[in-house]
């Protein structure tokens, strides 16, 4: 049941013996040649395994970088992404433990790093075939998947080295600002313009409440669960887009992934992870599941800021793939309709304002 990854695609190969050469000078007797996989998920960094015969989980590693043709700077900074996770370690056990990072581009054509592999259970749109899950445990997966995010943001950003990860006050309005910014360049004739929406989250944006560690891209593709315990979390991945800023803009974004049993079809185009399934917490469940333990204090109005904001920064991102095929950028024919999902957010975020103003 463990994720595993497949055959390397074509023209995303990587340089093994000089890999395995670096790899080799990080971790002292290693043996052998790696087997190299590569894992599909993931629109955004290249992940591979690799995977030396004979060693155990001792010679099991993941390797991280970014696609062909991009700088490792801004959302591919591979050497960010490693550093967040070093530091976070020893505070929240559940990050990879760090091998390596390589600024060093003539080695496979990028830079990248190398962590240990977490082996385990990946939840993605459904479940693993052969792990079927009673209501009363998939609930106990729901809450203690729940309470890594609640662990996460009590993170002491300042003792474990972070203090510095983000622009501090602000965070909320700068997100406006920055995803308003991003939806106008990217906005194609087929689609709103999100006055509405933009207008009324800039007029409505929060102090923060907080400035700690957020992950930034929270579902359950991103856990890695026991084989042993299917409900127990032993790893958190892709550390992409972690910063320090508002807890709950961070579920804010969760939540805009959350999708139920009985949403409409659109919405259920969209679902990526198990959240379906009987005994998964509904999203108001889950609003209230994050409040009462973390200990924040919102009314509905309050909160609808929050879910109005994840909406529509799925929007965006929604709307920057499609322009990008749209404009023959890209090719893929999955992103052809994703303008139909601009529209469907844009009435579904009116939605949720019209209701908060209820």
């Known amino acids: 049941m463990q994720d595993r990854g497949g055959r390397v695609r074509p023209g995303e190969e990587l340089n093994t013996p000089a890999v395995d050469a670096w790899l080799k000078q990080q971790v002292p007797g290693l043996q052998g040649a790696p087997e190299v996989t590569q894992f599909s998920g993931?629109?955004?960094?290249?992940?591979?395994?690799?995977?030396y015969p004979g060693m155990g989980q001792g010679g099991d590693y993941i390797l991280?970088?970014?696609?062909?043709?991009?700088?490792?700077?801004?959302?591919?900074?591979?050497?960010?992404?490693?550093?967040?996770?070093?530091?976070?370690?020893?505070?929240?056990?559940?990050?990879?433990?760090?091998?390596?990072h390589c600024?060093?581009?003539?080695?496979?054509?990028?830079?990248?790093?190398?962590?240990?592999?977490?082996?385990?259970?990946?939840?993605?749109?459904?479940?693993?075939?052969?792990?079927?899950?009673?209501?009363?445990?998939?609930?106990?997966?729901?809450?203690?998947?729940?309470?890594?995010?609640?662990?996460?943001?009590?993170?002491?950003?300042?003792?474990?080295?972070?203090?510095?990860?983000?622009?501090?006050?602000g965070y909320c309005r700068r997100q406006i600002e920055?995803?308003?910014?991003?939806?106008t360049k990217a906005r194609t004739w087929n689609v709103p313009s999100y006055q509405r929406v933009m207008a009324w989250l800039k007029e409505r944006t929060p102090d923060d409440v907080a400035n700690v560690v957020i992950h930034n891209d929270w579902r359950f593709d991103n856990v890695v669960l026991a084989e042993t315990d299917p409900t127990r979390v032993i790893g958190v991945l892709d550390w992409e887009m972690a910063t320090l800023g508002d807890p709950l803009m961070d579920l804010g974004n969760a939540l805009a992934y959350w999708v139920h049993a009985d949403d409409n079809a659109l919405l259920q185009a969209t679902r990526r992870q198990p959240t379906h399934?009987?005994?998964?917490?509904?999203?108001?469940?889950?609003?209230?599941?994050?409040?009462?333990?973390?200990?924040?204090?919102?009314?509905?109005?309050?909160?609808?800021?929050?879910?109005?904001?994840?909406?529509?920064?799925?929007?965006?991102?929604?709307?920057?793939?499609?322009?990008?095929?749209?404009?023959?950028?890209t090719r893929n024919p999955a992103f052809k309709n994703f303008w139909v999902m601009s529209n469907y957010l844009d009435w579904r975020c009116k939605g949720l304002i019209k209701r908060a103003r209820g």
């Not at 700077?73 to 929240?92: I, S």
Request: proline share 5%.
């Open 42 to 51: 993931g629109a955004s960094n290249w992940t591979y395994r690799l995977q």
């Open 64 to 100: 991280r970088r970014p696609p062909a043709g991009t700088k490792a700077k801004g959302a591919h900074d591979m050497g960010r992404e490693f550093r967040v996770q070093q530091a976070l370690k020893p505070v929240y056990p559940v990050v990879p433990a760090m091998i390596g």
């Open 103 to 169: 600024a060093d581009e003539a080695i496979t054509g990028s830079e990248f790093y190398v962590m240990e592999r977490v082996a385990g259970i990946i939840p993605r749109k459904n479940m693993p075939k052969g792990l079927a899950l009673d209501q009363a445990t998939t609930r106990k997966l729901c809450m203690n998947v729940l309470d890594k995010l609640i662990e996460l943001h009590g993170v002491d950003a300042k003792a474990a080295g972070l203090d510095s990860l983000g622009k501090g006050s």
């Open 178 to 183: 920055g995803w308003s910014e991003r939806y």
């Open 277 to 329: 399934l009987p005994g998964m917490l509904r999203r108001e469940e889950v609003v209230e599941y994050y409040l009462d333990k973390s200990g924040f204090k919102l009314d509905r109005q309050q909160w609808a800021f929050y879910e109005v904001y994840g909406l529509f920064r799925l929007a965006v991102i929604v709307q920057q793939i499609y322009y990008r095929y749209h404009h023959k950028q």
